[in-house]
């Protein structure tokens, strides 16, 4: 059993490659590798180490520096750039190095890993593409999402289901809310954001008060059900 983590502090982690399937974690296999991790927001953690770092490059394709990142404020920064032997970080040259946070929140989306516990040990899980996965990769969207502080647009397939997943909570008188974080590790702002962006798009029905759990039956969608 797999349990999300939201309060890792930091330190060495055993990383397992695994799938998000049906929102269901899979580990494949055994960890492929043991890494010292800084925490990110939503109980996700960034391994660091020189292979995290990215090399930079000048417009001409030249490379000149190494990028360190770190986390700041929960989320990945760039906090130092060393020269590559040989080049000179002039004020010239670092108006030439195009989109330093965009790299930043790439790099660190491909490396950032899930913090679960799995039986009494704390655990890294990094999300992978397979062939027989079809479903969608909601871990890897959250990854992205929260490394690059650009909320990502999700579909109205994976909203239909959050409302499924909503109502399911509501009718067995469970919390709407961490029905939503089991089915996807994700944090409580971001179940509560999904909701209200299905409400937005009317796969769910508006809360009969403010801030209050339910949907009125007057603006459903066709075909929308409680079950």
């Known amino acids: 059993m797999l349990e999300p983590i939201y309060d890792f502090p930091g330190g060495k982690l055993l990383i397992y490659p695994a799938l998000d399937l049906a929102g269901q974690t899979r580990l494949m296999g055994q960890p ?6 800084l925490p990110l927001a939503h109980g996700l953690a960034l391994p660091i180490g020189d292979d995290t770092n990215p090399i930079l490059h000048t417009r001409e394709g030249e490379p000149v520096a190494v990028l360190e990142i770190g986390v700041v404020g929960g989320r990945a920064a ?3 750039i060393r020269a590559l032997p040989g080049s000179e970080l002039t004020t010239l040259l670092l108006r030439q190095l195009e989109a330093l946070q965009k790299l930043v929140s790439t790099v660190a989306a491909k490396r950032a890993v899930r913090v679960m516990r ?10 992978i593409n397979a062939e027989e996965f079809t479903g969608m990769d909601e871990g890897r969207r959250v990854v992205e999402e929260t490394v690059s502080g650009k909320p990502r647009a999700l579909s109205d ?4 289901e959050v409302a499924h997943v909503y109502r399911t909570a509501l009718a067995s008188r469970q919390s ?7 089915r996807w590790p994700t944090s409580p702002a971001n179940a509560r954001r999904w909701v209200a962006l299905a409400r937005k798009r009317g796969l769910l029905g508006k809360a009969p008060r403010e801030r209050g759990a339910g949907e009125t039956t007057d603006n459903q969608p066709e075909g929308g059900s409680h079950g």
Do not use: H, M, P, Q
Not at 32 to 37: G, I, N
Not at 157 to 160: H, P, Y
């Open 32 to 37: 492929s590798e043991e890494r010292e991790c």
């Open 78 to 80: 760039c906090v130092g």
């Open 118 to 127: 799995k039986d009494d040990n704390l655990i890294g899980v990094r999300y």
């Open 157 to 160: 397939d994976f909203l239909r």
């Open 176 to 182: 709407t809310e961490r029905a939503i974080c089991e």
